[in-house]
């Protein structure tokens, strides 16, 4: 997990300006910058998954 979170934190550094600068709606770069690292992974060949809660209620999908 350290690891991943070094990377990210690389990742983000590289690229977090000139995507930023994109966004009309500034607080959902950072998400989308993070949803985009993690779709690097699944590209090569990695897994995540994710949680969703909805109403207190759990619902499990695998991206």
Not at 33 to 52: D, H, K, M, S
Request: aromatic residues 12%; charged residues 25%; proline residues 2%.
């Amino acid at each position: 997990m350290k690891r991943l979170l070094q990377e990210f934190q690389q990742f983000f550094r590289e690229h977090s300006e000139i995507w930023l600068e994109r966004f009309s709606y500034r607080e959902a770069g950072p998400q989308l910058l993070l949803q985009a690292f993690l779709q690097r992974i699944v590209n090569g060949g990695g897994r995540i998954t994710r949680e969703y809660r909805i109403n207190d209620q759990n619902m499990r999908g695998a991206g």
